[in-house]
């Protein structure tokens, strides 16, 4: 593939000022060794506190919900709320930090993969998760995860805070649970199993229906994650912590494609625990789980058709290694760089967004400066401006609507209402932080295309007949939302 080419591949393009490196795949293959330190220079708020402010966002509106009948009154103080608590900033900021670290980081190969896994490991939009609880994990938790092994990776995310919470494994009883024989003596009405959590592991996190699974494998899987769940909270109040309690799980030994799990353990408060460390260990290895995240990786990095000899090269990586991320990564990147031409992938919104900002040398998300919140006023146009425009183009990361995450496909994203949206964003190129006042906009894209395109000839001949009609204003329009920047 050629060098330029392959940059915006698996990046986000060259900055004005990058050079271009001498061996891209080496380049691109050393960003994924060492996870990059984060560099927002402002505030980062932990998961633990975020769990803080939401638990007592929803205490407090609860609270609120209930005490305040006068409309005018609640209203004020529903709104005096979300400002104390961040209830409309939050996401907004976790946004900034991400798009800060993706334009102007050292490391974008290793960002484009971090945003891959991220979607991988959707939360689902519900719960006020995306607000408060989806950008923190994905920054703390997953990130660190991205050098390690991938079955790691699987536990430790099967067991986040937001996973739990967005696919209820917490309201998950088995049927035959200490906790359910207790119910049923005191003639109270059971609590069910819920199948969410076990459907997913399943589906869409390692193994795919091309396994060959059946409903039976499905509730034995849900079987094995009863008991893990939120602990230590107390009545009417969100618990901040994740634990197994035994007297939740259904105990004996349960088969999933045709593997059983034993119950182990000394008591009745662990046993069962080691199950489910069972089930994602033999799930990681197998055959299905190994063809089915390498098929994924390829269709997000090459096509989204990938070929046989493609994927051989990610499943033979992730063999040699036994599932180590940075073998499995840079065997990614091995296949991109050997068959990605004559393929070309068409680029999500938040991709494209993030890339033609770094491009074009754009101020954006706009200075960190800009998302210092007192907690008191109302959000600014400039703070409220990233998650609009992403909004916009159809592409919020943290409120996909299913747990398989936002399309990865060229069908899902090629309408011609999101082509419009497109080119209204460029249109108003003030709204990406390029102004007017600092270079012409045909000098930014013609400098712009003469860094990032192997053979810029082309673009540039349209640039020449706009510059030649005193188009300055459709320079960025014919540039960044042609096919030579849509499809790479």
Known sequence: MKTKAFIRRVGFGLKPDEQVPTNPLDWAKEQMLVVPKLIWPGRMYSEKEMLDIRVDFTTSEDKLQKTEKDPSKAKAKKRKLYRRTGRKFFERYELAIRHHQAVYGNQP???????FWGNHFAIVDKNKLPVFNTGPMQREQLRPLMTGRFADMVYDM??????IKSLDNFKSRGPNSAFNVNRRRKNKPEKGLNENHGREL???HTI???AGYTQVDVINAAYIMTGWGFIGGKKGVEAKKIGYLGSLHEPGTHTVLGKKYKTEGFSSKTKGKKQLRNLIENLCESEDCINFIAWKLCRHFICDNPKPEMIKIIIDAWKKSKGMLPDIHKAVLEATWKYGEPEQKFLSPETWLIQIARMTGADWPGNPKIFEYDFESRLNYKQKKISWILGELGHLPFRAKQPNGFPDTEAEWLSQEYLV???????????IGLYKNSLPLIDISKKMVNKNFDDPRELLGILRKLENKNSNSNSLIAVLCSRKVLKV
Do not use: G
Request: glycine content about 0%; aromatic content about 14%; cysteine-free.
């Open 421 to 431: 949206r497109r080119i209204a964003l460029v249109n108003n190129p003030t709204q």
């Open 158 to 163: 099967t067991l986040t805070w937001p996973m």
């Open 202 to 204: 399943l589906e869409l």
């Open 109 to 115: 190969v290793f960002e484009r993969f971090w945003h």
């Open 208 to 210: 795919s229906p091309k």
